[in-house]
């Protein structure tokens, strides 16, 4: 006996309803909003950077000397500081994101796992400055007390333990705040994904007599690794630009040091204390042009974001 199944007609359907076209020219009116403020941003900070561009070219972004009196600018310093900063925060916070992600789907209890996974949503909502002032009155004696010398002790003042460590301001220190307050970000968006792997697929390997551990690493991680590194690129983004935290605990030092002991700045700390210092002229430039050197940083990162995410799915990667 045949069975008809009568298909529908695509063709009744309302797409070209009033609605349906209203709708369609908001989405896409947002859409060139968005590339138009992107766009005008880029053009404003090329346009504003000019008088600096043409006054020190390609040597503003090889020179660390950063002196308003006599006129001469580098960004250098305030590169290196942004990117070693960002670095030592991914450095301790990724792996802790990864294991407190782990412990949270796959080993502690229901009631547990939904207290911490609440606590840590709220550190992620706790406002930047508050970081900052917790690390300059808090961590930064504490640093300077028992970290600092114990890792000096440790290392014998190699290139990265060098020179004084007793103030506890410096790079170590703002990596380690922006650590902190990157890690709710990454951990919040790992254990979604761990949580998003079918049980069907842990299951399967339980009952091939795999460990929790062996699941984890050999189908919960692979299944999720595609969006496990879109939360560390998030977590990057948001450590990239970070500009309170940082600023209390580096001292605003442009003196490019290998010592992360030593005193530094970041690109977005630099312009939060000196934007509104500079009058119109080459210092007002210059700092506009370190804000065009932050977005084209942060736009690189997320391209290789991006081709990253096309390579893992092409290869196979599942999130």
């Not at 400055?129 to 000096?152: A, E, H």
């Not at 990265?160 to 902190?180: D, E, M, N, R, Y």
Request: aromatic share 10%; hydrophobic share 50%.
């Amino acid at each position: 006996m045949a069975i008809n199944i009568e298909q529908p007609n695509i063709s009744q359907r309302p797409h070209k309803s009033p609605a349906n076209k209203l709708f369609r020219m908001l989405g896409a009116a947002c859409c060139c909003l968005i590339v138009l403020v992107m766009a005008g941003i880029v053009i404003e900070l090329f346009i504003k950077s000019q008088l600096s561009m043409n006054t020190f070219g390609w040597g503003f972004l090889t020179s660390s000397t950063w002196d308003p009196v006599n006129g001469k600018f580098g960004a250098l310093s305030s590169i290196s500081g942004t990117i070693v900063t960002t670095i030592i925060a991914l450095i301790i916070a990724v792996p802790m994101s990864l294991v407190v992600s782990i412990f949270l789907v796959e080993l502690a209890p229901e009631k547990l796992s939904g207290i911490f996974g609440t606590a840590i949503e709220l550190l992620a909502a706790i406002p930047s400055i508050i970081y900052g002032m917790w690390g300059l009155f808090v961590f930064v004696p504490i640093m300077g007390k028992y970290i600092n010398p114990l890792l000096s002790k440790w290392f014998g003042n190699t290139f990265l333990f060098s020179g004084p460590s007793s103030s506890g301001l410096g790079i170590l220190t703002a990596g380690c705040i922006l650590a902190l307050m990157v890690l709710p970000f990454i951990t919040s968006v790992m254990r979604d994904i761990l949580m998003m792997v079918p049980p069907v697929m842990k299951e399967s390997a339980y009952g091939l007599g795999a460990t929790t551990w062996e699941v984890t690493k050999d189908v919960s991680i692979p299944y999720g690794l595609r969006g496990m590194v879109g939360a560390v690129f998030l977590g990057l983004g948001r450590a990239i630009g970070e500009t309170m935290a940082v600023t209390f605990v580096l001292a605003n030092d442009h003196t490019l040091s290998s010592s992360l002991f030593a005193g530094g700045n970041t690109i977005a700390s630099t312009l939060a204390v000196e934007f509104t210092e500079a009058s119109d002229g080459l210092y007002l430039s210059s700092l506009v042009q370190l804000g065009l050197v932050l977005f084209l940083i942060t736009a690189i990162f997320q391209i290789i974001a991006q081709v990253w995410l096309k390579y893992a799915g092409k290869n196979g990667g599942r999130s």
